[in-house]
């Protein structure tokens, strides 16, 4: 998640916003998108939609974000973390 608090945040400075609150807005958009998908219990999808309307440029930030070359490789290494915790988690004792 780090590296895509410092993509907003550099998004955000590129545009003019002061890395101090640069940060703060990606952070608290963050935490507000995750308490919301926990709150709901809704598939993330179907918040986007309700949050964005078609054609606007939430839609669009959102459109252009999800089909990324990133993306993938954001799913890609989630699946190669979670093999790796699932192969080498009898090796830890739980805290």
Do not use: W
């Not at 939609?49 to 993938?72: E, L, M, R, W």
């Amino acid at each position: 998640m780090f590296p895509i608090l410092e993509a907003m945040s550099d998004g955000a400075v590129k545009v003019g916003i002061p890395r101090e609150i640069s940060l703060k807005m990606a952070a608290q958009t963050m935490k507000g998108a995750a308490e919301l998908l926990l709150q709901e219990k809704v598939h993330p999808g179907v918040l986007k939609d309700a949050v964005c309307s078609p054609g606007q440029d939430c839609y669009t930030y959102i459109f252009n974000i999800q089909y990324c070359k990133h993306c993938d490789k954001i799913a890609s290494k989630t699946i190669e973390l979670i093999l790796f915790v699932d192969a080498t988690s009898k090796y830890f004792t739980p805290a």
